[in-house]
């Protein structure tokens, strides 16, 4: 609950500093826009590229060259334990536990590079392959390409 709020808080500070908005000049009233029209808002994202809010990150952490020195981290996971909200902390957990640990619902080549470079075992979801039907699963099992 407590993310939503940040989010939702977040959201309300890049609205007030937009850039471009015909909905705005408009209504120039968020409170009249839908939750449609607001993810539709065109804004300046941290890149300084115009995108929809629909598209641009909720939250960016920065962690500096002198932020890794300090902390003393070695590896990728580490740093990203600094990172307010970043939880890898079940990872670790499972690993501790001797388990294996099986990330679902990978859509993108950035989640799954991330999802590896936090040592999760097992990745699954669209990124990989739609669901396909049990004929073909056993075709697939059967030539040995899973």
Do not use: W
Request: proline share 4%.
């Amino acid at each position: 609950m407590r993310q939503c709020g940040i989010v939702i808080c977040i959201m309300i500070i890049v609205l007030l500093t937009i850039a471009k908005m015909p909905a705005f000049a408009e209504t120039n009233n968020f409170g009249m826009l839908s939750l449609n029209e607001l993810l539709n808002v065109d804004v300046i994202s941290a890149a300084k590229l115009p995108e929809k809010m629909r598209d641009t990150a909720a939250d960016i952490h920065v962690i500096i060259s002198e932020d890794l020195r300090r902390s003393g981290v070695t590896s990728i996971p580490e740093a990203l334990r600094m990172v307010p909200g970043m939880d890898v902390a079940i990872i670790a957990m499972g690993h501790s536990l001797g388990k294996k640990i099986v990330a679902e619902g990978i859509e993108s080549e950035e989640q799954y590079h991330l999802l590896n470079n936090l040592e999760c075992d097992e990745a699954q979801g669209y990124y990989f392959s739609h669901p396909i039907p049990v004929h073909a699963f056993a075709k697939l099992l059967a030539l040995g390409t899973l």
